[in-house]
């Protein structure tokens, strides 16, 4: 009677670690896709990211270089001081999207050319988002509001 229930207690555990190990795996599994990773265009430019990689690139608009074309489609340029990447996105930009303005951009770097899925622009005009502002400052191009 004594050895089968230190037999069951071992099988109750022996479920139970199969059973968290397996939802463990699930979770990571389930999250794959969900995770994004913020890039500059210095990062990108230095160790270009997979094809089918999904990945956030910050920065600002290169002044000059936002050219509207058929359609929805926008060009345009985002650099760090550091590197320029080009930026192809279609769809409605943010209403406060314009040239030399901090930008996030969702999507995929193919050709040469970062495939936008989704656009996030500054919302007024102190706000400028922290990847971006951490990652301009890194360069020496980013300097806090107030003179700090």
Do not use: W
Not at 72 to 94: C, H, K, M, Q, W
């Amino acid at each position: 009677m004594r050895g089968l229930k230190k037999q069951r207690r071992i099988q109750i555990i022996i479920v139970a670690f199969v059973a968290l190990a397996l939802s463990t795996a699930l979770i990571g599994y389930a999250m794959r896709d969900g995770i994004n990773f913020f890039r500059s265009p210095t990062q990108v430019m230095e160790e270009p990211p997979a094809p089918s990689e999904v990945f956030r690139l910050g920065g600002l608009v290169a002044e000059g270089s936002l050219e509207r074309g058929q359609g929805e489609t926008v060009r345009f340029d985002v650099t760090d001081g550091g590197a320029t990447v080009s930026v192809v996105f279609t769809g409605i930009l943010p209403d406060l999207f314009e040239e030399n303005q901090g930008m996030i951009g969702t999507g995929k770097y193919v050709n040469g050319v970062f495939e936008a899925s989704e656009i996030l622009a500054k919302h007024d005009e102190n706000y400028m988002p922290k990847e971006v502002a951490d990652a301009l400052k890194e360069q020496g191009l980013y300097k806090e509001a107030g003179g700090s």
